[in-house]
């Protein structure tokens, strides 16, 4: 896909704690919303910032497409407890052409190949991905210590012909992530759910080696790799923004001219990475 334009939030940087007290955890520095903290209040203003940046009316927004792993918190009426955050989010910005759906669990680069599949197929041309994570309901694997970073996105897409993509299975078995959802939710301030997602201590490394192997067979159709930080044995230097590790790329970078880069993202439900190019844009075609 073509990214137009994107921006990004991520809050206080925290490091995951092991509440059980076992030698073997996962130490991960990641970004966490305070308590209260609403997802619509940061999706909208962005959504509006970057149409309006790019002089789209938000009812000629084709397609929305929302992702998230831990969904809570989308808006400030609490009777709403609906895991999906595209309509809310629809409603808000007044895109009332668009068509939407959610690809809640999908990786980044298997949701972005989704996308460009379908606007293809649809002539979709104005195209919202948004991602919201808040993971104030939702436990960290109380063993691990494994817990995903909270965070803001919106990105402004156009469809790319040329796109490619690949999955590529760790080396090793891997035991991959689930959720346990809470099944008796009766309040809005109910935990919601708990990451459970056992301590494997070659993850890491089986992570980087995949997606090195994977770089040496593309690197020929990008310029730069953007690969996910979800786990990290340095975690002093680096934070784990696990799926918005992009969407911080290209806030931060300091170009702005037209940027082929490759990006692996790390399935942690299905244990493999995900691979697909992009072009990242400035102006709109």
């Known amino acids: ?6 921006d990004c939030y991520l809050p206080e940087t925290v490091v995951s704690e092991n509440t059980t007290y076992a030698q073997e955890c996962y130490s991960i520095r990641h970004a966490k919303f305070e308590n209260g903290t609403v997802g619509i209040d940061y999706l909208k203003p962005m959504a509006i910032g970057l149409l309006e940046n790019h002089q789209i009316n938000p009812e000629d927004v084709d397609l929305i497409v929302s992702l998230s792993l831990a969904p809570d918190h989308l808006v400030h009426d609490t009777s709403i407890m609906g895991p999906k955050i595209g309509h809310p989010f629809q409603g808000a910005i007044g895109a009332n052409n668009a068509f939407v759906f959610d690809l809640m669990e999908s990786s980044l680069a298997k949701a972005l190949s989704i996308i460009n599949t379908l606007a293809i197929a649809e002539s979709y041309h104005n195209i919202l991905l948004i991602r919201y994570d808040q993971n104030q309901s939702f436990e960290q694997d109380q063993k691990s210590g494994f817990i995903s970073s909270d965070g803001v996105a919106v990105a402004l897409l156009e469809a790319d ?21 809470n099944t008796d939710i009766k309040s809005a301030d109910d935990r919601k759910g708990r990451f459970n997602l056992t301590f494997q201590p070659e993850l890491c490394s089986d992570i980087e080696a995949t997606c090195a192997a994977a770089h040496a067979r593309n690197s020929a159709a990008y310029d730069t790799p953007v690969v996910e930080s979800w786990l990290s044995e340095k975690t002093e230097d680096q934070l784990n923004a696990g799926p918005f590790t992009l969407f911080q790329w290209i806030k931060n970078s300091q170009s702005r001219t037209a940027a082929k880069i490759g990006v692996y993202s790390f399935d942690p439900f299905a244990s493999a990475i995900d691979f697909v190019t992009l072009t990242v844009e400035g102006e709109k075609a």
């Open 161 to 181: 012909p040329t796109q490619a993509t690949a999955t590529y299975a760790l080396e090793k078995a891997i035991a991959p992530l689930s959720i346990d959802l």
């Open 1 to 6: 896909m073509r990214i137009i334009d994107a």
